[in-house]
């Protein structure tokens, strides 16, 4: 099994909502991540978890809050988001690679829409 | 902090032909990774291929090759006879060693008939 799934593929919110976004993955992968992406541009790294713990924090809004319940599974908690929110939210988890880099492994996303 | 430079942000290709992306990229770290990834207007992040930096050999993964040229700090994705399904968003991505990705900004490669 090598591949990050995510759930929901689409997701629409108000202002006021609490939503979660989940993402998994079997590989037994160490580390995942969230990713925020804006149209035409690059991901923006949000959170890494490794072995279960944030490791990571861009410096997100409270408003998102990630929880890492076990290590195959990932969660976005949603409260009070902004229209700016509004993006693709993406999913993945990396192996170490020979070379000593970690290569991720991308989810399909969620594609979110604040109003 | 590292940097990756991808100055071109719309190429075209016809079919059949190939093309070469660009990305340069700066860094004072000896042990880092490479990154190509594809991304579709579907939204999924396609791994398409890896180099490490103390590869000897450039990379190559079916019709993907990568032209690294480490002295100069660059790893260009060449594609091969393109195809129609090639046209997307292309993202090089650095890695350090810190579990985190460096992105360019991309290139939107269009594929003509």
């Known amino acids: 099994d090598t591949e990050v799934t995510q759930t929901p593929k689409h997701l629409v919110m108000g202002m006021t909502n609490k939503k979660s976004l989940k993402c998994e993955q079997h590989m037994g992968h160490r580390a995942m991540y969230w990713y925020k992406q804006k149209a035409k541009k690059p991901p923006e790294l949000m959170f890494v978890?490794?072995?279960?713990?944030?490791?990571i924090n861009e410096s997100v809004p409270s408003r998102f809050s990630p929880e890492c319940p076990n290590s195959s599974l990932l969660n976005l908690h949603l409260h009070a988001l902004q229209p700016e929110d509004s993006a693709l939210y993406l999913c993945?988890?990396?192996?170490?690679?020979?070379?000593?880099?970690?290569?991720?492994?991308f989810g399909p996303g969620t594609r979110l829409t604040v109003t | 902090a590292q940097k990756i430079t991808q100055t071109q942000p719309g190429m075209f290709v016809q079919e059949k032909e190939a093309v070469t992306l660009d990305c340069t990229y700066d860094?004072?770290?000896?042990?880092?990774?490479l990154f190509w990834y594809k991304q579709p207007s579907s939204g999924e992040m396609i791994f398409l291929i890896y180099?490490?930096?103390?590869?000897?050999q450039n990379a190559t993964e079916g019709r993907y090759s990568l032209n690294f040229q480490k002295a100069r700090k660059s790893a260009n994705l060449v594609i091969s006879a393109s195809q129609l399904g090639d046209s997307a968003m292309y993202f090089c991505a650095y890695e350090g060693g810190s579990e985190k990705l460096v992105f360019g900004k991309g290139t939107k490669l269009t594929v003509n008939p």
């Open positions: 993945a988890s990396s192996r170490l690679l020979a070379g000593a880099s970690y290569e991720q492994y």
């Open positions: 860094t004072s770290d000896q042990s880092y990774g």
């Open positions: 180099q490490g930096s103390y590869d000897e």
């Open positions: 978890y490794s072995y279960e713990k944030l490791s």
